[in-house]
């Protein structure tokens, strides 16, 4: 990659400054594919905070129009932006925010056909969803393509982050055995809590582009709001997994 403009060395400056990004570290963000499903609660600080640091590409995968009763929660959206696609609406704001980062959008619901298809193109892929479907089938076929999958979720207060590298650590269905489940129940938060959980998810997709620090890896980290509590959670990886059991470290 050549070097950094002007215009990013003082764009970039308050993160070049540190020890471990650096030059070198800007642009291998710069280089980095992030993949991010979902651009509500947790979506928008995941994507508003990697965009600003300069990952090179994002993707966007969000089904949903725009609604009032988001933005109180949904942060890279706007009163100009209810009706229209989730995704046209948070591409704006990002490609506003950073020209660096190239934006691709997916308008549909990520499910057994298309899965593959579109995580095969990025390096890291970000669980923003609020449904377990969704994340069974994105851990399967990350599993398979030996994508990094950091999941994050949220319930009540409560929410948690935990990062899964195929063959190395415990995979989402090691924690949670699949059941079916098409219960979609409302629940109630407050904006700032995916914001809590969001921006530790793009912490994680950071120190893994850069290879820096400790990643959560077979770890849960619980947050509780009310309580202004972390808790870390110890994973073991299901050696029967029916999803990750047969997958190695090495890469393909
Ligand atoms: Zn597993």
Redesign the pocket.
Known sequence: MQQLSEEQLKRYRRQLILKDIGEEGQKKLLETKVLIIGTGGLGSPVSLYLAAAGIGKLGLVDCDCVDLSNLQRQIIHNIDTVGIPKVDSAKTVLSRLNKDVCVEIYNCLIDEENAESIIRHYDIIVNAVDNSLTRYIVNKVC?KLKRPLVEGAIFNFEGYVTTIIPGET?????IYEYEENDEKLEIGVIGALPGVIGSLQAMEVIKYSLNIGKLLKNELLYYNALNASFKRVKLE??VE?K???TVSCKKN
């Open positions: 599993c415990a995979c989402y269905e090691c990886r299901n997994c999803v990750c059991g």
